[in-house]
Each structure stands twice: as structure tokens, then as C-alpha cells.
């Protein structure tokens, strides 16, 4: 980052005019908008990001979950120019390809689990679980089992914000005044073992949830049930992580039931938990579909993609009959310049041992982060490697939350920026999921920050 980039207070000053007058921005609260104006984030390095009037901050939140790799890679860069003007897009539907879209497809095939070898493209984790639930229901079709069109899903899930996911999305506050298909969706209770019942042990709380899952699958009935769909660590509804052996067991209930597991890991996927996948490695399940999206490009560009296994593609891949097509798909799936920016991504990610470094720093993480649970709000910290949430509580033994004006997730956040970082506020809740790039020396600097920044918010809530 040079200053000769650093756009100029005037500059500033007329993009935020545009941005007011004409962005209608995702997930802003326009009561408050207009009068506090945004952050434009004008230049990125590394760990780093830097705003328009040059105040510079360690990235604490990888974008939104994504750039997994950091910020600034040329060579990146270099790979979607070199695609752009080589051939920047041609369709990828009537058996027309190109040869980024299939050499990612096989590469993607080489890092998933064994039985996933078959890859749908979107352009981003909403799109891809909307695809997948899609090609589920025809899966289903073609099989002779029309009436399997139910898909499970949970309280507090993010699943993202196209019709289906957003009925997938189990977050209340999201889908405040908006429609859903809700005909087509069920939720469970979410597994949230700080706020599990009171005297309840982990081991009893994974039976009862199990035990809720299977009390559904009864009432609704099997015959009724595609899918169910699940992140392998529920993300933006608090990075909630599941008790011991909690997914293996939802995925025997799909499996007694003929019902297919799909496992969402749009911000799992790609290192954020020390492997490419989340699913085999870390939580022992074999999901039939996954979604990724995110880290796959590092968000250097938008791209989706959805895992098929063998077992499914062999009936996705039948023509229905004579004429027959698999009606489905975007004008950009297998766009050749995200998926050029997503095998770089990749290259990077394998070249660097970027997953090993998740491993590694990771626990320090979280064991530096729990450091802070001395503050007078922070109640929970939780999380995985480079998946961190801290909980605040207006008192840690009955866990009874702050009023919602006190906003205190907004007031963390904000002593935590003008110190140089950024985290991301969702309610009451403080994330940290960074670029998988940092080190131990990073964590300690985010570490005395937030202890500064949690310290400052105890003080203005007196
Ligand atoms: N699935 C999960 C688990 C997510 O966290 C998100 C976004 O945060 C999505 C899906 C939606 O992805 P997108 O915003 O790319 O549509």
C-alpha cells in the first residue's frame, strides 16, 4: 500500500455522496446510516486494510469469512488477468467448457472427500445451496420419490439470503418481513452448548438433540424428507459448536432414513478449520453434497460450488429421456476467471501450508482469546481455530443478555477499530475469523487490542 493510492479527503468525501445517494447495501441499518456514513475500504495488504482517509487495520474478519489466503496477491491477480484477456467468459452450457472450470472441477474432486467427484458451479454460497436444493428435488424426481421435498434444517443457521437459502437461514431477525417457502423447510433447535438446559451435560444435550431430529423425522415422515442441511460450525448464528460426535450422528439418522446429508461449508471449507474440508477431517461425517464458496477464491472473485457424490451424479447424469438436459445452471457457472483466481488460490494455499499454519496458530488463538473471558461482559468464548465468537452477557452467572440498544457487540467493535483492528458485531456477538495468514505474533498484538477495546466498552456501559 503506497500513499500515492490513498484516495484524498475530497475524493472520500464525493464517493461517499455516490455511495449514500445510490448503494443500496446487504444487512445495513438505514436508521442510522445516513448520519454515521460508511468505511470505505480502498486498499488491502496482507493482513491488512486500509480505509480512504488512509487509517490502516488489521483484518480481522477476512472480508466476511473469505479471504482466507490474505489480501494483495499478485499472483492471484496476475492469473485473472492472464485469463480476462486470454478468453474472459464463453457459456459453459450445450457441452461447451473452458479450461479453468475443468481444471478446478478436478482438483476439487482430488481435495473433497472420496466420494465427492462431481462439481456444480455457482457464484457464491447462497446460489450454491439454492442449486443444491434444487438438484436435490430432481434427484428425488427422477428416482420415483416425488412426495421427499422436506429439507431440515436449524435454528440460527446461515445459509444466505436467495429465496431458498434465506428459508434455509434459521436466523428470526433476518427474515424479519420477508417472505419465505416455509412449506419446504423445518427447523431444529440449533446446538448451542453455552445456552444448553440448565443440569443438562454435553453428552445429554447431543442425545437430546439427536433425539429431536429423529422425533421430527418421525412426525413429518421419512417419505417427506430430502435433505438435511447443516454448517459443520454454525457461523453467523454465533459460531455454535456442535457437542462431541453430534454431526456423525445426525448423519446416521439421514442415513437410517434415506435422507441426504448435505453439509454447508462455505466458511468452514478451504483451511478455516486446518483442512480443506471440515466435514471428514474434523467432525468424522461423509456428507453427500458440499457447499463451498468463500475461501474457494479467497474472495478474489465470486465462485460457488457444489460437491455431488458419485452416487448422486449417477442419476443427476441420466438424461431423462430423449432430448432430456439438466435444465439447470447460470449464465457464470464455471465463469473462467474466478475459477483461474480459485486454482491460484488453491496453488497458494497447498505451496504455503496455509492449513498447517491454521493448525498451529489456531489453538493459540483460542487460548489467547479466552484470556479475556475476565471482562465483566464477555460470558462465552468459543469457536475453532480461525472461527472465534465472543459472547456478551450483562451477567456471566445467569447469562441474562444486555438491553439491545446497549449495543454492545457495536460498541466492541467500534473501541476495537479505532485501535487498528477490525472485528465483525452481529447483535451482542463479537467474531473473529481472519485471514488463515496470521501468526502468533498477530494474535498477540488482536489479543492486547481487544483487551484495551473490551476494557473501554465495560467503562462507556457504567
Ligand atoms: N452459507 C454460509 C455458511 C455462509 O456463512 C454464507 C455467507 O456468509 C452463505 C452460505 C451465503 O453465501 P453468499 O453470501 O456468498 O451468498
Redesign the pocket.
Known amino acids: 500500500m503506497t500513499t500515492s493510492t490513498t484516495r484524498t479527503e475530497l475524493g472520500a468525501q464525493t464517493l461517499w455522496r455516490q455511495d449514500r445517494d445510490h448503494f443500496i447495501h446487504p444487512f445495513t441499518d438505514y436508521s442510522t446510516f445516513h448520519e454515521q456514513g460508511c468505511d470505505l475500504i480502498t486498499d488491502s495488504d496482507g493482513i491488512y486494510v486500509q480505509d480512504a482517509h488512509g487509517n490502516r487495520f488489521i483484518d480481522g474478519i477476512a472480508g ?2 473469505c479471504v482466507n489466503v490474505g489480501h494483495g496477491r499478485a499472483e492471484i491477480g496476475q492469473a485473472m488477468a492472464d485469463q480476462a484477456t486470454r478468453m474472459a467468459y464463453f457459456s459453459t452450457f450445450n457441452n461447451l467448457s473452458n479450461a479453468p472450470a475443468a481444471e478446478l472441477a478436478a482438483k476439487l474432486a482430488e481435495l473433497a472427500p472420496a466420494h465427492l467427484n462431481h462439481v456444480f458451479y455457482s457464484c ?6 439454492d442449486a443444491t436444493i434444487r438438484l436435490v428435488h430432481y434427484y428425488f424426481n427422477r428416482l420415483g420419490k416425488p412426495s421427499k421435498k422436506r429439507i431440515i434444517s436449524r435454528n440460527n443457521a ?5 429465496y431458498m ?1 434465506a428459508t434455509l437461514t434459521g436466523i428470526a431477525s433476518n427474515n424479519w418481513e420477508f417472505d419465505t417457502l416455509d412449506h419446504l423447510v423445518t427447523h431444529l433447535s440449533e446446538a448451542n452448548c453455552y445456552r444448553r438446559p440448565e443440569g443438562m451435560s454435553e453428552a445429554e444435550y447431543c442425545d437430546h438433540l439427536v433425539a429431536e431430529f429423529e422425533e421430527t423425522v418421525e412426525r413429518i415422515g421419512a417419505d417427506n424428507i430430502a435433505a438435511f442441511i447443516a ?1 459443520p460450525i454454525m ?2 448464528g454465533g459460531v455454535l459448536v456442535a457437542p462431541e460426535g453430534y454431526h456423525a450422528r445426525m448423519q446416521a439418522v439421514c442415513r437410517a432414513n434415506d435422507i441426504l446429508f448435505i453439509a ?1 461449508e ?2 468452514t471449507g478451504f483451511g478455516r478449520l486446518g483442512h480443506f474440508f471440515a466435514s471428514e477431517k474434523v467432525f468424522d461425517t461423509q456428507p453427500d453434497i458440499i ?1 463451498c ?2 475461501g474457494l477464491s479467497s474472495g478474489y472473485a465470486p465462485l ?1 460450488a457444489t460437491l455431488i457424490s458419485d452416487e448422486l451424479f449417477e442419476v443427476l447424469g441420466t438424461p431423462q429421456g430423449k432430448g432430456g438436459v439438466l435444465s439447470t445452471g447460470f449464465t457464470y457457472s464455471g465463469h473462467p476467471v474466478s475459477c483461474a483466481a480459485a486454482l491460484k488460490n488453491i496453488e497458494i494455499i497447498e505451496r504455503e501450508d496455509i492449513c498447517k499454519n491454521v493448525r498451529e496458530v489456531g489453538p493459540y488463538l483460542e487460548e489467547r482469546l479466552k484470556t479475556l473471558s475476565h471482562h465483566a461482559t464477555v460470558g462465552d468464548v468459543r469457536g475453532s481455530h480461525f472461527m472465534m465468537c465472543l459472547e456478551n452477557v450483562a451477567d456471566k452467572a445467569t447469562k441474562e443478555l444486555l438491553p439491545v440498544d446497549a449495543r454492545v457487540g457495536d460498541r466492541v467493535a467500534f473501541e476495537a477499530q479505532q485501535r487498528g483492528l477490525i472485528i465483525r458485531p452481529v447483535g451482542h456477538l463479537n467474531i473473529v475469523s481472519p485471514p488463515l495468514i496470521w501468526t502468533r505474533e498477530t494474535v498477540d498484538r488482536v489479543v492486547d487490542i481487544l483487551d484495551e477495546a473490551f476494557a473501554a466498552t465495560t467503562e462507556s456501559l457504567r
Open positions: 466476511l469469512w457464491g454460497g447462497s446460489a450454491a445451496n446461515y445459509h444466505g439470503t436467495t437459502a454448517e457461523g453467523a454447508d462455505v466458511v457447499n464458496a468463500k460457488g
